[in-house]
């Protein structure tokens, strides 16, 4: 009898629930096991959201139907998503918001249209700053009286990236639903918040948006109680979860395989280190890098244990931009971007 | 679209896996919802099992079929199950093990035989001390060459208790595989560990049964480096649980319901207290009281929060045998019977 992991289950009013990232090997995360990560209640779709609307600086307003969509150059891409606040339950001082552990991270293949291509089709002025997306989903902030769709903004330049995708297939299929159904904006390289989810309408504005989900959420506010020297979350961190073992597990003297998956919004993953003395000596774990270049990369280490005892396991991933994991978090007061070593003690009895 | 919360995986080999407690408000947990708790793989039933073994310190064994076992007299109870490291996650200095949150907890309406009335039918020797019960469930121990099946031990007085019972049913339909089908003993007020599953013999004795489930785990050792003052798991301590609001969450300013379940292995729930000013005042939360005297309590208080800031909830469940849940828990080196009083922090925006 195979037994399989769930979700783990966060809040359900929105729905957040994370990946069991522990108990995944494949490259590409099955629907099922990929993180729901939401600020509204699911959209009510009907025909019109099978639309895509682009509008703003243009000279007229443009809409693609999912099927003209379908007969668009597409381009698929190896790429996980990853919350911003993933990991955000191991901060001390402890930060309010979701207490995402390590599973708000989930990989996939992503289909659909270059978003530069439909840009193109349409035409902007010269003077565009910023593309906007709106999401069907939509709802009140906290202490907020109107309701608002889910919206963010990218700069011109990330917009027109080639690998910035409109995505209607995930792992070969259509969207599910939960995920984004029929329209998701793919965003290589940022946290999540950046890849829309039931995709509706893309403004072209000559402006900087100023919208909550991008200058009051989403922000790294670096001291408790004010503001100052803050700045929006865009690129992932160099970053790495532990797979096995899990924490707090007591295991016999021998052989154990030390396993995990590491990834960067900077180039690609180019080594990982695993201590085995709090950080005074580091050895190299093996990789092993997919095709896709923006694909996770899995690692491990054979490590044999002779003496009992225990033991902190710490791993730090680094990247070929020389960015490596800091052994103390960056503490942020919403609690995004977390990536200090990872760390798992084990007993060896 | 309703949202539905999963099952918290700690391991899959062997399958522990959290009840998602702070989104269940049923009596009766969905099998389904009921945690997963084991030592060893699932076994591989055959039609032995069907039959049920008494042998020992009588004149000759019995075996009854689970057809005869459905004709006999017959008994239901609403009660929880609770695993000895439920909570364990909590511990500071942490301990080793699973690393259970709040959800190694279940309930639901078990109906079976009274095991005194299988006892009297096969007639027990006068010098009868305890009797043991055998699960089909059996592996190898950490560093422990042998295989052993889980077996465990009851005093003759707890066994000949009337709401001591076999189970073979739940919530009114045959117990589920993974839950000890085709019986399972019912233990009403021990933690979990005596509830053995798959039940498949009962061996009466004249001594004190030394099988490691009874003297190595499930004792509790207060001292990290030595077994001085260590004494064995048994009765529920008084414990509750905070279902919502959820740790760490932001709310409105206005009026918030504080709700949980509360439980304990002696007697029953008689007060539940409420604190928001880390423990100076408490005030009664209202009790929900089920017919079932084993049952848990459901409580709920109305929570006026008028004014922005950062707050501490605590909650502490006492109960008719003048036991309370302690400001700070019992801390012992395998991390069982974890019932500090229960705390959650919320921020008023």
Redesign the interface.
């Known amino acids: ?1 195979e ?13 957040n ?1 994370e990946s ?1 990232i ?2 995944l090997s494949s490259w590409l995360t099955p629907d099922k096991y990929f993180y729901r990560r939401n600020h509204f ?2 959209p009510v779709l009907t025909s019109k959201h099978l639309w895509l609307q682009i509008n703003g600086n243009i000279s007229q307003p443009r809409f693609f139907h999912l099927y003209e969509m379908l007969s668009l150059p597409v381009k698929s891409l190896i790429l996980p998503l990853e919350c911003a606040g993933n990991k955000r339950a191991h901060f001390h001082p ?4 979701e ?1 995402w552990e390590d599973g708000a991270i989930s990989q996939g293949k992503w289909t659909g249209v270059p978003l530069f291509y439909l840009l193109e089709q349409t035409g902007f002025s010269k003077n565009t700053k910023e593309i906007v997306f709106e999401g069907a989903d939509f709802g009140r902030k ?2 907020k009286d109107n309701m608002i769709p889910y919206r963010r903004s990218l700069p011109l330049e990330k917009a027109l990236h080639p690998d910035t995708i409109i995505a209607y297939q995930y792992n070969n299929k259509s969207l599910d639903y939960k995920h984004g159904y029929p329209f998701r904006l793919i965003v290589p390289n940022w946290y999540g918040m950046a890849s829309v989810k039931w995709l509706n309408k893309i403004e072209i504005i000559d402006h900087s948006f100023e919208g909550p989900f991008q200058t009051e959420d989403y922000v790294y506010y670096p001291h408790k109680n004010d503001d100052q020297e803050s700045y929006p979350v865009t690129t992932l961190h160099v970053n790495s979860i532990i797979q096995q073992p ?8 021998g052989i154990h395989e030390i396993k995990g998956i590491a990834w960067t919004g900077k180039g690609v993953v180019t080594e990982i280190e695993v201590s085995l003395n709090n950080g005074d000596t580091w050895k190299q774990a093996v990789l092993e890098r997919s095709n896709d270049p923006y694909a996770w990369t899995k690692w491990f280490l054979l490590w044999h244990a002779e003496k009992k005892g225990e033991y902190s396991i710490y791993v730090r991933a680094k990247d070929s931009h020389g960015r490596v994991q800091p052994l103390q978090p960056f503490w942020n007061r919403m609690g995004y971007g977390y990536n200090a070593v990872s760390k798992v ?3 060896i ?1």
Do not use: C, D, I
């Open positions: 009898m037994n399989k992991p769930f979700l783990t289950t966060r809040s359900l009013q929105p729905e629930q069991p522990h108990f209640s699911y402890k930060v309010y918001g207490q906290p202490n899990l924490p707090f597990t007591v295991l016999n003297t003690n084990v007993k009895e």
